[in-house]
C-alpha cells in the first residue's frame, strides 16, 4: 500500500514568506503528526490531529500552525518564515488511538519536505 | 520532563563488527520505547519497539532489551553489514492525554559500516 506522501519535498522561500506543507497518510490511518529535524535540536514534535482535531501540541510558536481534512489529510503552514526554519519537515501518520497494544504509537513517516529559508 | 539520551556518533566500524548504540531515558510512568532508523534522503522507519519493563524488541537481526531497572534502551546487533549505515534515533512516547503521536526523540547516532 502507499506510504506516507508529503509534498513539496523541497523548497525554498525568502524570509517572511510563508509555506504551507501537505502530507497524506497511509490509507486507513486517522492520526498525522509532524515533526521538525534540525542537525542542532535534532527531532521536534510539532504537533498531532487525529479526526481533524489537534491533540497535542509541541512548544512552537503560533506561527506554526496545522489543520486536518476530513479525509485525513493534513496541512501545516509556517507564517513569516525565519532563517531558523530551514528544516526538514517531517509528517506520521497512525491508526489512532485505540490501535491496539501491539500497536501502540507505531508511526509510519513520509520522507520529508525540506524547507530552505533564504 | 521526559528526555532521552542516545550516545553521541559518528560510529564506524567494520563489516561484521558488533554494534552497541547506548540509549537511557527520563520519564515518568512507564513509557513506550523505540528504535527508528533514517537512510540517507528518506523519513524514519520504525527498526524495533518495546511497550514494557524486559520487553526485547528484535528485526532484521537488530535488538533491544527495555530495562525499567537502568532506564536504559541499548541497542544491539551482533555483525552489522554495510546496508545498515544510517543514523539510528532513539525514542520514547508516554502516552499523556491519550496522545500517539508524540514521540520524544534523541539526537540520534550515525553508524557508517566499512567493507
Known amino acids: 500500500k502507499a506510504g506516507v506522501t508529503q509534498t513539496p519535498r523541497y523548497l525554498i522561500k525568502t524570509r517572511g514568506q510563508q509555506v504551507t506543507l501537505s502530507c497524506s497518510p497511509i490509507?486507513?490511518?486517522?492520526?498525522v503528526s509532524w515533526y521538525q529535524q534540525t542537525p542542532g535540536q535534532g527531532l521536534q514534535f510539532l504537533f498531532e490531529?487525529?479526526?481533524?482535531?489537534?491533540?497535542n501540541k509541541g512548544n512552537f510558536p503560533g506561527r506554526f500552525s496545522g489543520r486536518q481534512f476530513s479525509n485525513s489529510r493534513s496541512e501545516m503552514n509556517v507564517s513569516t518564515l525565519e532563517l531558523g526554519d530551514s528544516a526538514l519537515y517531517l509528517c506520521a501518520s497512525s491508526r489512532g488511538p485505540g490501535q491496539g497494544i501491539f500497536g501502540a504509537n507505531v508511526l509510519t513517516f513520509g520522507a520529508g519536505s525540506r524547507l530552505t529559508v533564504l | 520532563g521526559n528526555s532521552v539520551t542516545q550516545m553521541e556518533g559518528p560510529v564506524t566500524l567494520s563489516e561484521e563488527a558488533f554494534l552497541t548504540i547506548n540509549c537511557t531515558y527520563t520519564?515518568?510512568?512507564?513509557?513506550?520505547l523505540f528504535w527508528y532508523v533514517q537512510y540517507p534522503g528518506e523519513g524514519l522507519q520504525l527498526l524495533l519497539k518495546a511497550t514494557k519493563a524486559d520487553d526485547k524488541g528484535s528485526n532484521k537481526g537488530f535488538e533491544a532489551t527495555y530495562r525499567k531497572e537502568t532506564t536504559s534502551f541499548h541497542l544491539e546487533k551482533g555483525s552489522v553489514q554495510v546496508s545498515d549505515s544510517a543514523v539510528y534515533f532513539c525514542?520514547?512516547?508516554?502516552?499523556?492525554?491519550?496522545?500517539?503521536?508524540?514521540?520524544?526523540f534523541g539526537k540520534g547516532t550515525k553508524l557508517s559500516v566499512k567493507p
Open positions: 525514542a520514547l512516547s508516554d502516552g499523556r492525554g491519550g496522545s500517539q503521536g508524540n514521540l520524544i
Open positions: 520519564a515518568t510512568g512507564y513509557p513506550s
Open positions: 490509507s486507513g490511518h486517522r492520526s
Open positions: 490531529y487525529f479526526s481533524e482535531t489537534q491533540r
